[in-house]
């Protein structure tokens, strides 16, 4: 009975190419975010959805495009893939986007561009 | 295994004794934070929140205190045991965005 699943969990890839990752959450949430965490630990917030549209979009590049077809699912798709992509991709829900909604983070995918 | 975040700041403490894990953040107008635990290979676990208007809060067998004149917050972790090993980040909360801190690690020596 997990609650936020990513897949998949480790993600080895080469240049340019295109992935993507999946997120689903079986808490009957409405927002849904993208976290990226880099080699220092520094985790960043990328997207975050609620009831599939799109609230937050920080300074990420348009490589990275989310999708979200249902409130439970957001999923993360890369173009391009470069070196700097390289890192652990969480996916997090909560109940709703008001911040004292406390996020739950699934366990992440370690993406690594060659 | 993990190889990454060898870098971070770390804080090693003898099982039983207290933690104090800082943090400064960056924005006087944020209004909530929050102290997260990452242990290895998982994501981020929700360990306690304070609002602005408050300057100490307590949990089980942890505390979190905060000082906005300075901008800082403390996590303190009562008889430290070797499963509160792990990365901890606080974050604080400004217009619906998250902004985390750089992590500690806390490593429980035995």
């Known amino acids: 009975d997990t609650a936020v699943s990513q897949t998949p969990k480790y993600l080895v890839t080469q240049m340019g190419n295109d992935k993507s990752i999946k997120c689903e959450q079986n808490?009957?949430?409405?927002?849904m975010y993208w976290y990226k965490q880099d080699s220092k630990k520094f985790l960043k917030i990328m997207f975050s959805?609620?009831?599939?549209?799109?609230?937050i979009n920080e300074t990420v590049p348009n490589r990275f495009s989310p999708k979200s077809p249902d409130k439970a699912h957001l999923n993360l798709h890369i173009n391009s893939l470069e070196l700097g992509d390289s890192a652990v991709y969480f996916c997090?829900?909560?109940?709703?986007?008001?911040?004292?909604?406390?996020?739950?983070f699934g366990p992440g995918t370690r993406l690594t561009v060659l | 295994g993990e190889s990454v975040g060898l870098h971070l700041p770390t804080l090693s403490v003898q099982e039983g004794d207290n933690s104090i894990i800082n943090c400064a953040y960056s924005?006087?107008?944020?209004?909530?934070f929050i102290w997260y635990k990452q242990e290895s290979g998982k994501g981020p676990q929700f360990i306690i929140d304070i609002r602005s208007n408050m300057d100490k809060r307590q949990g089980q067998r942890v505390t979190v205190l905060l000082n906005k004149t300075v901008k800082h917050l403390s996590l303190q972790i009562a008889a430290t045991q070797p499963g509160d090993s792990a990365v901890y980040f606080c974050?604080?909360?400004?217009?619906?965005?998250?902004?985390f801190g750089t992590g500690t690690r806390l490593k429980v020596l035995a």
């Open positions: 959805y609620n009831n599939k549209e799109l609230i």
């Open positions: 808490l009957g949430h409405d927002t």
């Open positions: 997090a829900s909560s109940q709703s986007r008001l911040p004292l909604d406390e996020q739950f």
């Open positions: 974050a604080e909360i400004n217009a619906y965005k998250y902004i």
């Open positions: 924005n006087s107008a944020s209004d909530y």
